[in-house]
Structure formats: C-alpha cells, structure tokens
C-alpha cells in the first residue's frame, strides 16, 4: 500500500519543517464567568450561548489538536504544559468558532462540500502542505496521496483488519484538516464581506500617506515627573474616588476573580542526598572509562538510567546538552571526562567520546524493500536486486519490477539526532551516511526482511561526534522529602487558621504569599504545575478565610496550602483594589500641572533649559506614529500632533503630556521620497480597519454570549 509505505518509510528520519497556521481569533481576556445550573451535570465542561459543552466533545477536540501537533513536528506532545496548550487552543477555536458560526447563519453564509472539496484537490490550505501528502519527485502537493490515503484507510477499515497507528494518525490528521479548512473558508467569507463595508476613500488615502512621509525635526525641552518628588503632592481620598467614578468604565470586571495568600514549600535536595549523588555519579564515571567498546559504554549509559538518549550514532554538537557541547572540542577520541556539576540544569554529567570526524550533513537517498516467506529467500532477492543494478540495470527499474517507488529523499542529520534510534534505523542511517555516491548496498534488518539502499549525492561536509553520556538531576531523597511534609503538616496543624498561618508563618521559616485575582481560565496557582486539585477547592467549596487541606503538588516537590482572602464578583472592581494606581495618576497629573506653571511665560528653548527642561533633538517625527522622549523613556503622541502641525522655526509650549511638560521648536520639515499611490493606500488603510473592527467584533460577540469556562473541574 503506497500511503502505509510513504509513511513508514520516513517514520524516525522525516521531521517536518512546516508552520501551520491554525485560526485562532484572540479576544483578550472577556470571557464570561457566572454560574449555572448545568454544573449539576458532572460531564458538562463549559456552556456556550446556552449549549452544554460535553467532556467527552471537548477532549475529543483536544486529542485531534495533540494528533496534529504531533504528525507536524514529529515529536510527542504529552507534557503538562503542552497539553495545557493545546487545551487552550481547542477552547478557543469552540468558543470562537460558535461566535463565527452564529453570526454567518444570520446572514446566510455558509460553506458547502463542493467548496471543501475544492480547496483540498487544489491544494489551497497550508494545512495541507506536508511530506505525508507531497510529491517526493516535484516536491509539491500531490492529491493523488489524500485519496490513496482516504481509499486504503478505507478498505482496511471495511475488510476488518487492524489498522496501522500510523495510518489511524494521519487519517485523524486528514479528517482535522478538512473540519480547519471549512472554518477557515467560512470566515473568508465573512471578512470579504465585512470588508465590503469598511473601504477607504482618495482624500483618507491623502491624508493617512501625509500622516505617514511628512517628517519634522524639532529640539525638545522636557521637564520630566522625576523634577517633582512624590513627597510634594498631596492626593486626597476623595480626589481618588472622583477619579474612579470619573473613569469607572474602564474597571468592569467580566469575571469572578479570587485573591488568595498561600505558603509553597520547595522541596530541594538535602547535603547528603548531594553526597549521595556525587558518589555515584563517580561510581558511574569508572564503569564508563573501563567500557571497552561503543557498546559497552552505551550499556553502561542505560544501566545508570541516563536521562540523556545515547544512540550510538554520529550527531552535530548542538544535540547533546549544552554543558558536554561545551567541552567536546577539548577532550580526545575515546577519553572519558570527570564527573561534574551544571547548576543551569541542576544535573550531575559525565560523558566519553566515542568517536569524531567530517561527514556529510546531508545525503540524497532510495530504498526498495525486500520481504519474503523465509529469510533466506528475502536475502537472495535483496542480493539479486544489488547484483542487477551492479551490473547495469537502474534502480527505477529494479523498483517498478517489485512494485516500489523509485523516488530519493534528503536525510539531514537534524532529521534523527534528537530522535531515539532502534536497532535497526541506527544500522540504516550509518550505512547511508557511510556510502559514497553511485553505490548500492543491501541491509537485513531485525525482522529477517531487506533493504537496498542507493545513495546518489552527498553534501555539506561538518564535524559530529559519537557521545556516550550519563547525566542525572540532582533530586531529593525519600528521606528529605518526608522531613519537609512532616515538618509543614506539623506547622498546619498547630496553626490550622488562617489568622494562625498568617501570624506565625515568618517564625517558622515560611514565607506566606499573596496572588490576586485567580480566575477559572487558569490551569495552575501561581505557577506552580499540578495544582488543579487546589482550584478544585478554590472555586467548589473555599469560603473567605478558609485553609485549604494540604497539597502535594509540582513535579512531585511542591507542597502547598492556601487561604482564600477575597472573592472579586463580576461588575465594577472595588475602589480598595484600585486606589494605589489612582493615587499614582492622580499625583503624575497634578505633576504635570505644576511643571506648565514653571513653563509659563517661557518663549525659547533656553529658557526652558534655565528652569530645568532636558534639552534633546529628536527627528523623523511623523503624526502617524508617537514619539519617543529619552527623558521619560516613554511615547508621548502629543508631541507627534503638534511637532507635525507647526511651522518651522517655530516655539510651541507649554504642552500637556501624560508624562511631563513640553517646549519645542520646529528644526525642519521634510518629506520622505515615498510616492504616492492612492489605491495602495486605500487598500492598506481598508485592511487595517478590518483588523480593528475584526478584533472588536469577536471582544463584542464575548460581551454579548454567555460562555462558562469549568475545565479547571477535569484538568
């Protein structure tokens, strides 16, 4: 089967380069809080607009992303924060692609499978820009391979066999692309025509190409806030509540938030757990020098459960850890380095070097493979396939004759040096890389069957080493572990309050810490991995000025308690959460105030000078884009509306800005040599206000949908 046979054949030696652009809207943070009575059922993860989202679904989504993550890459995606990823993206593409769905049904916009059908035989997506479906010959898409994919997943699937994991991954793959596309297409649509609405005109298209070439030099004297101490202006509280009535628009909270106190415990390695470390990592160190050969330093690498993969194999620097890259110029072939410390990773090292030499980085190759009823008879028909091409025949011919493709492929060295290496794909790599162009070789592999190989170029000759490593963390012992949780269970339960923790915390050598505003949306408690129980607590039962039990949490070397201080609910933020910030703009704008008094009278540069202004010349200033002042080490647009306004030679200030007064005289004016083309123009202003209006219409469509996120109950 050609798919099945394309697939395996690049299985650990193929890493796709690709980037593949997933639609996925940002909306900022307004996502809807509130609860429901669904959250009666234990199987619903969130709602959106009123629908039940169930687990099941939503994870559904989830396994299709990691399925996608991993064919792309070629690398396994199973890490916490990974999947924390991934299961943000899928929220995000259900959430937004409901919003986009409900309004495209309002006006009648749809995506048909014609269409769907249309853009996957022409190729139009980049989702479909990957090795799986390319051409090895053309090197270009190639529809033939979706529907050789589609039809032998097909009759495996009817004839009842067991279908290949790879072949499950790249159908799931297939059919994820297929679901992208239809969104993808569907908002196509509704940009086009939302753009229709927002077109530009020849006298904006003037004005915006003016804002962005005219260009004015001026000197600008800044008195800066720094002038004025803090200590020299007073801020009442009722100056602070005018101020947030007068700005309280901005302080609506979407959603319930929680501020919190905790105590984390770090539990490190003790002395003599690095004691202990230090003694067998020497203990390893004399195994490793009295190997004897490539395999027996390998073997010694396993039995001290090496974390770093030893492959046997000749690779770049860059794919060992950085701290061996490091030092592999300056040990010799076969020498064995003394065990060291990396506090970077926290890692106990010791390595050999097996072998170092100049070979190619990349090799253009062909395969046919070779099975038969016996071994024996698998071999004889490898060796004659070898013997015909030796003698004459070409290798197309010797492929179609037993019903293989003929067509090369690059092997680069990056392709499997991070990779872990069978047996056999370490025998098929060094055999490739150790033949010469135009030769033909026969390898019999673990399972009895054979491959001939052709090599036909070799290019870009590097330096790569052959590694025998053994690195190991330096982690804390069972021991050290049990003394921290005996010892902070101890603590809680003579404090088991949160007055008590709060007033004794210090004493005991615990730092008791404060986190504002934690939100269902997040997947951690203050950074801290694998405390999803904690929020569990936090959200399901916490009332304020509960304890938390205690948690153990991490990598396994975290133990956490936390106190809820505060619930936020959803409306207007108190004025008590907000009064440190209203006092600071508050006190910078009656800043501002005194420094236009000490500008009053001003008429020259000078004489700002003389009153303390730092002077500076600042050129290009266009009124398109603010400009930046040193002196505050800030963007001020005030400065850009008027610099870009007056008239050469001339003085103009004092000017208002958010951080300082302002004096300024015009230098020059200039214009850049853009030409002007007023349908570029009106085309560029046309595409960023359909940006602008895109990013506000998804903000609009969440303020307006009700969407309960409850994931933090299942992950």
Same mark, same amino acid.
């Given at each position: 089967?050609?798919?099945?046979?394309?697939?395996?054949?690049?299985?650990?030696?193929?890493?796709?380069?690709?980037?593949?652009?997933?639609?996925?809207?940002?909306a900022?943070?307004?996502?809807?809080?509130?609860?429901?009575?669904?959250?009666?059922?234990?199987?619903?993860?969130?709602?959106?607009?009123?629908?039940?989202?169930?687990?099941?679904?939503?994870?559904?989504?989830?396994?299709?992303?990691?399925?996608?993550?991993?064919?792309?890459?070629?690398?396994?995606?199973?890490?916490?924060?990974?999947?924390?990823?991934?299961?943000?993206?899928?929220?995000?593409?259900?959430?937004?692609?409901?919003?986009?769905?409900?309004?495209?049904?309002?006006?009648?916009?749809t995506?048909?499978?014609?269409?769907?059908?249309?853009?996957?035989?022409?190729?139009?997506?980049?989702?479909?820009?990957?090795?799986?479906?390319?051409?090895?010959?053309?090197?270009?898409?190639?529809?033939?391979?979706?529907?050789?994919?589609?039809?032998?997943?097909?009759?495996?699937?009817?004839?009842?066999?067991?279908?290949?994991d790879?072949?499950?991954?790249?159908?799931?793959?297939?059919?994820?692309?297929?679901?992208?596309?239809?969104?993808?297409?569907?908002?196509?649509?509704?940009?086009?025509?939302?753009?229709?609405?927002?077109?530009?005109?020849?006298?904006?298209?003037?004005d915006?190409?003016?804002?962005?070439?005219?260009?004015?030099?001026?000197?600008?004297?800044?008195?800066?806030?720094?002038?004025?101490?803090?200590?020299?202006?007073?801020?009442?509280?009722?100056?602070? +509540?005018?101020?947030?009535?007068?700005? +309280?628009?901005?302080?609506?909270?979407?959603?319930?938030?929680?501020?919190?106190?905790?105590?984390? *415990?770090?539990?490190?390695?003790s002395?003599?757990?690095?004691?202990?470390?230090?003694?067998?990592?020497?203990?390893?160190?004399?195994?490793?020098?009295?190997?004897?050969?490539?395999?027996?330093?390998?073997?010694?690498?396993?039995?001290?459960?090496?974390?770093?993969?030893?492959?046997?194999?000749?690779?770049?620097?860059?794919?060992?850890?950085?701290m061996?890259?490091?030092?592999?110029?300056?040990?010799?072939?076969?020498?064995?380095?003394?065990?060291?410390?990396?506090?970077?990773?926290?890692?106990?090292?010791?390595?050999?070097?097996?072998?170092?030499?100049?070979?190619?980085?990349?090799?253009?190759?062909r395969? !046919?493979?070779?099975?038969?009823?016996t071994?024996?008879?698998?071999?004889?028909?490898?060796?004659?396939?070898?013997d015909?091409?030796?003698?004459?025949?070409?290798?197309?011919?010797?492929?179609?004759?037993?019903?293989?493709?003929?067509d090369?492929?690059?092997?680069?060295?990056?392709?499997?040096?991070?990779?872990?290496?069978?047996?056999?794909?370490?025998?098929?790599?060094?055999?490739?890389?150790?033949?010469?162009?135009?030769?033909?070789?026969? *390898?019999? !592999?673990?399972?009895?069957?054979?491959? *001939?190989?052709?090599?036909?170029?070799?290019?870009?000759?590097?330096?790569?080493?052959?590694?025998?490593?053994?690195?190991?963390?330096?982690?804390?012992?069972?021991?050290?572990?049990?003394?921290?949780?005996?010892?902070?269970?101890?603590?809680?339960?003579?404090?088991?309050?949160?007055?008590?923790?709060?007033?004794?915390?210090e004493?005991e050598?615990?730092?008791?810490?404060?986190?504002?505003?934690?939100?269902?949306?997040?997947?951690?408690?203050?950074?801290?991995?694998?405390?999803?129980?904690?929020?569990?607590?936090?959200?399901?039962?916490? +009332?304020?000025?509960?304890?938390?039990?205690?948690?153990?949490?991490?990598?396994?070397?975290?133990?956490?308690?936390?106190?809820?201080?505060?619930?936020?609910?959803?409306?207007?933020?108190?004025?008590?959460?907000?009064?440190a910030?209203?006092?600071?703009q508050?006190?910078?704008?009656?800043?501002?105030?005194?420094?236009?008094?000490?500008?009053?009278?001003?008429?020259? !540069?000078?004489?700002?000078?003389? +009153?303390?202004?730092?002077?500076?010349?600042?050129?290009?200033?266009?009124?398109?884009?603010?400009?930046?002042?040193?002196?505050?080490?800030?963007?001020?647009?005030?400065?850009s509306?008027?610099?870009?306004?007056?008239?050469?030679?001339?003085?103009?200030?004092?000017?208002?800005?958010?951080?300082?007064?302002?004096?300024?005289?015009?230098?020059?004016?200039?214009?850049?040599?853009?030409?002007?083309?007023?349908?570029?123009?009106?085309?560029?202003?046309?595409?960023?206000?359909?940006?602008?209006?895109?990013?506000?219409?998804?903000?609009?469509?969440?303020?307006?949908?009700?969407?309960?996120?409850?994931?933090?109950?299942?992950?």
């Amino acid at each position: 089967m050609a798919a099945l046979g394309k697939i395996r054949k690049h299985g650990v030696l193929l890493v796709t380069t690709i980037a593949v652009a997933l639609f996925l809207f940002v909306a900022g943070d307004f996502v809807k809080g509130g609860q429901s009575l669904f959250q009666q059922n234990q199987q619903v993860v969130a709602q959106i607009d009123g629908k039940d989202i169930n687990i099941q679904d939503y994870q559904k989504l989830v396994d299709e992303l990691q399925n996608f993550y991993e064919l792309t890459s070629g690398q396994s995606m199973s890490g916490e924060e990974q999947l924390n990823r991934m299961r943000d993206e899928a929220w995000q593409t259900l959430v937004q692609n409901t919003l986009i769905e409900k309004e495209c049904d309002k006006l009648g916009l749809t995506v048909t499978d014609q269409e769907v059908a249309e853009i996957i035989q022409n190729g139009q997506s980049p989702m479909l820009n990957m090795p799986l479906f390319t051409n090895q010959q053309s090197g270009r898409y190639d529809y033939s391979l979706v529907q050789s994919l589609i039809n032998e997943y097909n009759q495996l699937k009817s004839s009842g066999s067991q279908i290949p994991d790879a072949y499950q991954k790249a159908y799931k793959y297939y059919m994820f692309v297929q679901k992208q596309i239809r969104s993808q297409y569907l908002v196509q649509k509704y940009r086009t025509l939302l753009s229709k609405a927002l077109i530009s005109n020849p006298v904006e298209a003037q004005d915006n190409f003016n804002n962005r070439t005219n260009e004015a030099s001026v000197l600008l004297a800044t008195m800066p806030l720094s002038l004025i101490e803090d200590s020299k202006v007073e801020v009442t509280d009722s100056e602070i +509540k005018d101020k947030f009535n007068a700005d +309280k628009a901005k302080y609506e909270q979407i959603i319930e938030t929680r501020d919190i106190e905790y105590i984390d *415990v770090a539990v490190t390695p003790s002395d003599a757990d690095r004691k202990a470390a230090e003694e067998a990592m020497q203990e390893a160190y004399e195994q490793l020098a009295a190997a004897t050969n490539n395999t027996a330093a390998s073997n010694v690498c396993r039995q001290n459960t090496s974390q770093f993969v030893n492959s046997d194999i000749l690779k770049k620097k860059e794919a060992y850890p950085q701290m061996i890259a490091n030092m592999l110029d300056s040990v010799a072939v076969g020498e064995t380095s003394q065990p060291q410390y990396d506090p970077m990773t926290n890692t106990f090292y010791t390595f050999r070097l097996l072998d170092k030499k100049t070979e190619a980085d990349s090799v253009l190759y062909r395969t !046919i493979g070779v099975a038969a009823e016996t071994e024996a008879a698998s071999l004889a028909k490898a060796d004659s396939i070898v013997d015909a091409i030796k003698g004459g025949a070409t290798f197309a011919e010797m492929a179609k004759k037993y019903n293989q493709p003929s067509d090369s492929a690059w092997m680069a060295t990056a392709d499997f040096q991070y990779a872990t290496l069978d047996a056999d794909n370490r025998l098929i790599v060094t055999t490739i890389y150790d033949m010469q162009p135009g030769t033909v070789k026969r *390898v019999t !592999i673990s399972n009895g069957n054979n491959i *001939v190989i052709e090599v036909l170029d070799r290019r870009n000759p590097i330096e790569k080493y052959n590694v025998a490593a053994i690195v190991k963390t330096l982690n804390f012992s069972d021991a050290t572990y049990n003394n921290a949780y005996n010892k902070f269970s101890s603590f809680l339960a003579a404090n088991n309050t949160a007055d008590k923790i709060k007033e004794n915390a210090e004493k005991e050598g615990y730092s008791l810490l404060t986190y504002p505003d934690v939100t269902t949306q997040q997947h951690i408690i203050a950074g801290i991995p694998a405390t999803h129980d904690a929020m569990k607590w936090l959200f399901d039962e916490a +009332k304020p000025g509960n304890v938390s039990p205690l948690y153990e949490c991490g990598e396994n070397n975290h133990l956490l308690v936390v106190i809820l201080d505060q619930v936020n609910p959803a409306g207007y933020r108190p004025i008590s959460k907000l009064q440190a910030d209203l006092k600071v703009q508050i006190m910078n704008q009656k800043k501002v105030e005194q420094l236009m008094s000490q500008l009053e009278g001003v008429k020259s !540069i000078s004489e700002a000078q003389s +009153k303390g202004a730092q002077i500076d010349t600042v050129n290009h200033i266009t009124f398109d884009a603010p400009t930046f002042v040193k002196a505050n080490v800030a963007y001020e647009p005030i400065i850009s509306a008027v610099a870009t306004q007056a008239q050469q030679g001339q003085v103009v200030g004092p000017i208002k800005g958010e951080g300082g007064a302002y004096m300024l005289q015009v230098l020059s004016k200039s214009q850049t040599a853009d030409k002007f083309d007023a349908k570029a123009e009106q085309a560029t202003i046309s595409q960023a206000h359909l940006r602008i209006a895109m990013n506000q219409l998804i903000n609009t469509l969440y303020m307006q949908t009700n969407v309960v996120d409850r994931r933090y109950k299942f992950f």
